[in-house]
């Protein structure tokens, strides 16, 4: 089993930055696709982005390419997500979690994170 918690996510206003981190435990982190989710209140959990075991490829949601980051540091145990000019329409709970293939990384998840909250507000 993989464990996945997350941390990083706060209130920011809109134009700002938040770097978010999910460390995991339990089996060998390094060998797994991870990625990073969102979901609001009513609608479903979406897919913001993805990194290969070895961070050599990322992928991104269209609605993010350009200001979201994806980052891994496997001697950490950690994977981050680094957000940039942060809009309103980005607050949600952000949640990690570990795939067991990059290419179809949502139906191959087999760990989530507890979520963390970004709200982003004036």
């Known amino acids: 089993q993989v464990h996945l918690v997350e941390s990083g996510g706060g209130l920011v206003q809109p134009g700002g930055s938040l770097r978010l981190s999910c460390a995991a435990s339990?089996?060998?982190?390094?060998?797994?696709?991870m990625g990073w989710f969102r979901q609001v209140p009513g609608k479903e959990r979406e897919f913001v982005a993805r990194?290969?075991?070895?961070?050599?490829?990322?992928d991104y949601a269209d609605s993010v390419k350009g200001r979201f980051t994806i980052s891994r540091d496997n001697a950490k145990n950690t994977v981050y997500l680094q957000m940039n000019s942060l809009r309103p329409e980005d607050t949600a709970v952000y949640y990690c979690?570990?795939?067991?293939?990059?290419?179809?990384?949502?139906?191959?998840?087999?760990?989530w994170g507890q979520g963390t909250q970004v709200t982003v507000s004036s």
């Open positions: 339990g089996r060998t982190f390094s060998g797994y696709p």
């Open positions: 979690a570990a795939s067991v293939t990059y290419g179809d990384f949502t139906r191959g998840v087999i760990a």
């Open positions: 990194i290969r075991w070895n961070g050599g490829s990322t």
